[in-house]
């Protein structure tokens, strides 16, 4: 079923667009290096479940519990939505131009005192290959060390 | 290996229920009779009330064989049901025997133990039957679920 | 294969864009040929779409099509291209209230011989066939592979049960692809009767509290088998229950969309249609 979808421009205007309430989007898993096809079933733009992808050559529709619950994290309501800063014993929340420039001085000064070794990278799973290319390169050619590392391996 | 399930005393839990089964365990303790020590009773409602979940965890948590005592079959005191508790107890009987854990470590008992001697001769019984099989222990994969 | 099924795959598309055109349906869920050869299921709402439809591989949608229906619109109606297997999964959903009658229809397709003996199916056919030949089934209990499981020498079948349960590595695969598992919440998720934290899964808790909870609802469809990415032979848990159900009572689930599952009932009820009291004399002392 095809349903109506209104967004509002900066100019106010109301653009439609026609969406199927329920799509299938082939995609890959995003977390160990095996790589095991799945389909997401996406319901309004939001993934709400998985299915195993039956004609992908690596997984033959098989997939391990990471894998069938690999849409949950897209939506979760524990999803991060704005840079926090430690404040005594809580989190508050900071602009995105504060937080960067705060971690540019802070890194910087560990990397000039004790050298690029003394940091050390924690990527996740859940990014990008792009955004862990970019992640990689910066501990890598920015701060002149080998430790990078994300989740899956761990 | 023979030897250590010749002399370990097998564990059995046993689901009663209320208006028939438990009489013949009263009665039995009444008549001052002597029993084995090696079953525990789970006063139920009724025979139907018995889940095969519950079953299941009885034989995980390390008795060798379960008994349902309930009334016979014409006489629930719910009416009919025995029926169905029988039929899904059968049923469950032969998912054990595919499974290789063996039928006979659930007795489906309806109508028996009315009197103390009724009683007491099922649970000699099916004691003497459960020494014959083997042990349950490889099926049991962790400790966690023993208590 | 591609080839042998053309005429059955024309017959299809052929059922698929009447049931549009004269809008009896409002969308065919069925799998879809995209751009480089990509095969994923697709709910098809117009007809010039139904030209990239496939049939294989195997791919399963009862579930699928009860998800869609709950959260489609009311009078929204869905025709799901079905195997055997599959439309008896939908007759019994639609036995448990999960899937209105009159919001779903079937385009059942027959499987070929060589599926038939893949998945070892007594049924490979569904009960209104709209293409493709009838074959004849296999008997599960004819195959060594099953009889290895299921009949003979006691602490071989045990020593072979304990070697392929080990390898569980609870990925909850069978009761997501599964057709029937439709419960929430699931008591397989529930602590108090499947350890949490333990891999391999309890043997006895996880997968027989699974296969019992299917006893008589089982289509033997096989995805809990397909799932499975350790290759543990699942379905052969249900074969010896099925057998059962046929023999002492005739029923085989997903065939009869009025009568209800004979565990549900009382001896009186069923004795007009006579059907076998089990033996229930046996099993008291």
């Known amino acids: ?154 | 290996m023979v030897e250590e399930t010749t002399v370990r005393e097998p564990k059995i839990l046993i689901f009663a229920c209320r208006w028939c089964g438990l009489i013949g365990a009263d009665g039995a303790g009444k008549k001052r009779m002597s029993l084995p020590a090696n079953f525990r009773i789970i006063p139920v409602e009724c025979a139907a009330f018995v889940e095969t979940d519950a079953i299941i965890r009885a034989l995980a948590s390390g008795s060798d064989g379960v008994i349902v005592m309930g009334c016979h079959v014409g006489g629930c005191r719910f009416n009919d049901a025995n029926h169905a508790a029988i039929k899904r107890l059968e049923l469950f009987q032969v998912l054990l025997e595919a499974t290789a854990i063996g039928k006979e470590r659930l007795l489906i008992s309806f109508g028996t133990a009315h009197e103390g001697h009724q009683f007491s001769d099922v649970i000699q019984n099916y004691t003497t039957v459960l020494r014959e099989l083997p042990p349950i222990d490889p099926w049991i994969s962790t400790l966690s679920v023993r208590r | 294969m591609r080839e042998e099924r053309s005429p059955m795959l024309e017959e299809v598309k052929r059922l698929a864009k009447t049931a549009l055109q004269e809008q009896r349906v409002e969308g065919v869920l069925g799998l879809k040929k995209d751009v480089g050869n990509v095969i994923q299921p697709h709910i098809f709402e117009r007809s010039d779409d139904l030209d990239a439809l496939v049939l294989e591989p195997k791919w399963l949608f009862a579930k699928l099509a009860m998800k869609i229906l709950r959260v489609s619109d009311t009078g929204y109606r869905l025709a799901v291209v079905c195997r055997g297997c599959d439309e008896r999964a939908i007759v019994e959903l639609v036995k448990r209230n999960q899937i209105a009658e009159n919001s779903i229809m079937t385009i059942g397709i027959a499987c070929g011989d060589a599926q038939a003996a893949a998945c070892l199916c007594e049924r490979p056919y569904p009960e209104n066939i709209a293409a493709g030949e009838k074959k004849q089934g296999v008997d599960p209990f004819n195959d060594e592979r099953v009889r290895q499981f299921l009949v003979g020498d006691t602490s071989e079948r045990v020593a072979r049960w304990l070697r392929v349960l080990r390898r569980c590595i609870k990925c909850y695969g069978c009761r997501n692809s599964c057709p029937i598992c439709i419960c929430e919440p699931c008591k397989l998720e529930d602590d108090t009767w499947v350890p949490k934290g333990v891999i391999p899964a309890e043997m006895m808790c996880f997968h027989l509290i699974r296969a019992f909870h299917l006893s008589d609802t089982c289509v033997a469809c096989g995805a809990c088998q397909d799932a499975c990415p350790v290759g543990i032979p699942l379905l052969n848990l249900q074969l010896s229950m099925r057998r059962t159900l046929t023999e002492k009572f005739c029923y085989e689930a997903g065939i009869d969309r009025e009568r209800k599952s004979p565990i549900l009932r009382n001896f009186f009820d069923e004795e007009e249609k006579g059907r076998d009291i089990p033996d229930w004399v046996s099993s008291l002392e």
Request: aromatic fraction near 8%.
């Open chain 1, 1 to 154: 079923m095809r349903k109506k979808r209104g967004a509002i421009s900066p100019t106010g205007s109301v653009h439609w667009s026609e969406t199927m309430a329920v799509e299938f989007v082939r995609t890959i898993c995003p977390y160990c290096g095996t790589g095991c096809g799945l389909i997401l079933e996406v319901r309004d733009g939001i993934a709400v479940a998985t299915h195993p992808d039956r004609d992908h050559p690596v997984a033959k529709g098989h997939l391990c519990i990471k894998g069938w619950t690999a849409h949950e994290f897209v939506h979760h309501t524990e999803r991060l939505t704005a840079p926090l800063v430690k404040r005594g014993d809580g989190f508050e929340k900071i602009s995105w131009n504060k937080a960067i420039a705060l971690a540019v001085r802070k890194l910087g000064e560990v990397a000039d005192m004790y050298g690029g070794s003394a940091i050390g990278g924690f990527s996740s799973a859940k990014c990008t290959n792009e955004e862990n290319y970019l992640f990689q390169k910066l501990i890598r050619a920015g701060f002149g060390t080998n430790n990078v590392d994300h989740c899956a391996r761990l």
